[in-house]
């Protein structure tokens, strides 16, 4: 019996060891498969991307089974040969690769352009680093060359890996073109009257960072706000952003700096996102580009970081709605042609 019974143990250790075809391993637990799952569309993602980046290799570890374990696990983050990336989330010209000891360097000898890439880690990655996880060691390829990332998982997935949780994909909506007008008190309907009040609101941005497994990280949107008389007269101007990056940090500015009340508003904005690695700051110029200034963004550290100072965003409340959508809403004012400026 107990000979039958050991031989049973030994075949399940080797089936949960076995690996397939592709050479990743088979699932062992739930984790385990939420964790390979992630890892098979990090590879088409990659692939997509053009990055000179492959992952060839995935070692399952088991559970860290004690503070002290999840301890060692959070200083192998830090260590300084550990390999964190930068990329900017689109062009494959901006990737590169450089160990934890480089980028602390660059930061001694440059502390304004460059950041403490371990204090950032430190802050906000250890504390998601905790006993009861599971890791795995990632084979990479790059150039020719091969080097290991620690990957920590849970049941929901991925946790935290320096190559990983460092890189990104966006997108960038178009601006949008459902524009709102309701009414803000005031006659509204077929009785318009010089004091009524209508908000009409234009998306000016839209703008979505995602893990490079798939799935949401982050968001930004700005929008674009006017307060008129529903036909010949702006009163006010407001822009509104707002923005979220899991494992990171996102944010975005506004400021109107145009009102020509009988035309058009102008708003300008700039907006950033940045990994745990990296950072951003956003500050206004008002003597800078366009007519009422516009927005500085500034980008330091390594992982994935982008943003910019946008073009000013321009608002004309008929510009994009046809004559007979106007009429349909409002059929009390008068509406010159479609792209009339006020």
């Known amino acids: 019996m107990s000979r039958i019974l050991l031989g049973f143990i030994l075949l399940v250790l080797v089936a949960c060891t076995t690996q397939n075809s ?6 062992a637990s739930r984790e385990d498969a939420v964790l390979l799952s992630q890892l098979e569309a990090v590879k088409g993602n990659l692939g997509g991307s ?10 399952l570890n088991g559970p ?30 901006s990737f590169s690769l450089r160990t934890v000891q480089e980028r602390m360097q660059a930061f001694q000898a440059d502390s304004v352009h460059n950041q403490d890439v ?7 990655v250890f504390p998601l680093v ?8 990632l084979t990479w390829e790059s150039e ?12 929901k997935g991925i946790v935290y890996d320096s190559v990983l949780s460092n890189l990104v994909q966006v997108q960038e909506g178009q601006p949008g073109t459902e524009q709102n007008l309701q009414p803000q008190g005031g006659s509204s309907g077929s009785d318009v009257s010089a004091q009524a009040t209508y908000a009409f609101t234009a998306r000016a941005l839209t703008y979505t960072i995602k893990w490079i497994w798939g799935g949401t990280r982050g968001k930004i949107t700005v929008d674009h706000t006017i307060l008129w008389n529903g036909s010949n007269y702006i009163y006010s101007q407001n822009g509104s952003a707002d923005y979220y990056m899991t494992l990171g940090s996102a944010g975005a500015k506004t400021r109107g700096t145009v009102l020509d009340h009988r035309r058009y508003a ?3 904005y700039g907006y950033a996102w940045a ?6 700051s956003i500050s206004f110029d008002a003597k800078k580009g366009p007519v009422g200034g516009s927005f500085n963004v500034s980008l330091s550290g390594v992982g994935s970081k982008g943003g910019r100072r946008q073009p000013p965003h321009h608002l004309h409340p008929l510009a994009d709605r046809s004559q007979a959508d106007i009429q349909h809403r409002y059929p009390g004012i008068p509406h010159p042609n479609h792209r009339l400026r006020l």
């Open 266 to 268: 102008v708003l300008a």
């Open 275 to 280: 990994t745990p690695t990296a950072s951003f």
């Open 50 to 59: 053009r990055l000179p980046l492959r992952l060839v290799g995935v070692k």
């Open 118 to 124: 371990v204090a950032n880690i430190q802050t906000l």
């Open 144 to 155: 020719g060359k091969q080097f290991h990332s620690l990957c920590v998982y849970d049941q």
């Open 22 to 27: 592709s050479g990743t391993p088979a699932a």
């Open 64 to 93: 860290l089974q004690s503070e002290a374990q999840a301890a060692s696990a959070r200083a192998q983050m830090v260590a300084g040969a550990a390999i964190v990336p930068q990329y900017d989330g689109t062009h494959p010209d």
């Open 130 to 137: 905790k006993a009861g996880q599971r890791t795995a060691d």
